[in-house]
DNA sequence: GGTTTTAACCCATAATTACCCACAAATCTA
DNA sequence: TAGATTTGTGGGTAATTATGGGTTAAAACC
């Protein structure tokens, strides 16, 4: 991992199989960086997919599954829900991958719609376009998220 | 970084292709820093482009998502409005870079217009001339500022 | 076991971007 | 001041990118 910078927003279309494109520089950095598989997942909290290049996907497990404990209950419905929508994809020759119908359920994204797709330094989200607009409304950056900023050593 | 001193005030006009002008002056920091590359992002505050070349953004990313834990449903809200409306781009051959439509828009720069280019030391802005003015105009420094930053270490 | 569904692979094309060359204006130099 | 160089700007062309669809191979389903 180490030094990928995915950043930006991107608009894609979803076609008739579901398939969505990968924006090129993302695709860059992968190679770049030997992967060519990704975990697409249930976003943590809201209507998303999160996409995991492999390794990221690999050291999110590691941490999750090391502080676990098998007897916590809540720890396990944890889990389960981490893993239970996660899907291995591979990306096809023109860059692309296929989302799985239920995690397009889960984000309302729409049979040959449109999704964004979100740069989240090492990791990416993809979007409905209206739930992410939405979304964006109901948490606009308010003050105090700039006086945290400030907080921060010298930015 | 280091020494980069990128001061001064420059006009360009944004040609049909979205493309800009990069001072010459910068280009030949840039080059003497080995960076062809830079973030180009919604401005913190108001309408206006910030242009980090990369090593700045990169230490500006770290020192941003340092702190950030990834279950945080606040962090990842803070951590996508950041990144979101940030660009990779590198300069092309005489020197250009391009502008995105969406940033175009929030910054209000119009195509086929102008630019102002503003020297902020270890980073530039970009504002469309007419938006700068009235930014100026608006918001004059006061004491009660200076007194503010009095209180920082060393001004 | 045969049929239907699903997914991988390949090819085609339109739109976009990167790359290259050109030229006028400004700046530098001798 | 005159020539040479650099700088800002525009546009054409080749390459890349996004997207669609057809075909074969592999599952899944009676």
Redesign the interface.
Known sequence: MGYS?????FKYSVDTKHRVNIPS?YRKIMTEENVSEVVISKG??SNHIDVYPLPKWIT?RDKITASMQLVNRTHRNFLRQFTQNANHCTLDSQGRIMLTPKLMELAGIKDNGNVMI????DFM?IWDPDELEKH?EN?P?TDS??EK?EQ????
């Open positions: 910078d995915y950043t930006g927003e520089r943590f909290d999110l979100i740069g989240m330094i989200e964006q948490t950056l998220d700039f900023l921060l050593p010298l930015i």
